[in-house]
């Protein structure tokens, strides 16, 4: 199944996913019809023009002001596949891993806009808990500036066990409040060395 996605096309840089088509409002001014009709091209992807209410159609849950992406759908890995990288004691490009792991966060809008803080603060990966995880579409994708794509998005069925198990694999678990007096900057002299893979625990504001 394919992803209809309205922050797709925002960063510069390459992106992991090819856009299958994009969609276009036909009453948009015709200069911003041929930049994304150009943009598109340069992706290799076709241009649709279409009605308004057809996009809105595709992207139910996003404010798209007209421009819509249609790509294959967004790679959710397994807990376990963390955990096996972990157990081989081989952290990627050579450095320990930030890991934050997400608690009850069910509103799409604020899981995107928590995974575009912390792709940009360098975070590695996201642990959520399937069952109570908010639907990873239009909205949370937008909210993110496309930093879904870039982040390593790892689901678990029960977030307590993946708490556990990452934890007995040499994950250093660090809980955040926002009443605590600790500087994240000076972690290191609250027993967390910057050589060690850190997972940082972020609960919901309230309902979400």
Not at 47 to 52: E, G, Q, Y
Not at 75 to 88: D, I, Q, S, T
Request: charged letters at 25%.
């Amino acid at each position: 199944m394919t992803a209809f996605l309205s922050g797709f096309l925002r960063r510069r840089r390459l992106h992991p996913r090819r856009a299958l088509r994009i969609w276009i409002d036909r009453r948009l001014d015709p200069k911003i019809v041929d930049k994304f009709s150009r943009l598109a091209r340069g992706r290799s992807a076709p241009a649709v023009l279409v009605d308004p209410g057809q996009i809105d159609r595709l992207a139910p849950d996003a404010v798209h002001q007209g421009v819509v992406a249609e790509a294959a759908p967004l790679r959710l890995r397994p807990l376990g596949e963390l955990v096996g990288m972990l157990k081989k004691g081989e952290p990627p490009r050579g450095k320990p891993l930030t890991l934050l792991i997400l608690d009850g966060v069910t509103d799409p809008q604020n899981f995107g806009a928590i995974c575009r803080t912390a792709e940009g603060a360098g975070v590695d990966g996201v642990i959520f808990e399937s069952k109570h995880s908010p639907p990873i579409g239009g909205a949370a994708y937008k909210a993110s500036a496309g930093a879904l794509d870039y982040l390593s998005l790892f689901s678990a069925p029960n977030l307590t066990d993946a708490v556990r198990v990452i934890k007995s694999n040499g994950v250093k678990i660090v809980g955040m409040w926002a009443g605590s007096k600790i500087d994240m900057r000076r972690m290191a002299e609250h027993g967390i060395p910057p050589a060690r893979h850190a997972g940082f625990v972020l609960g919901s504001e309230g309902r979400g």
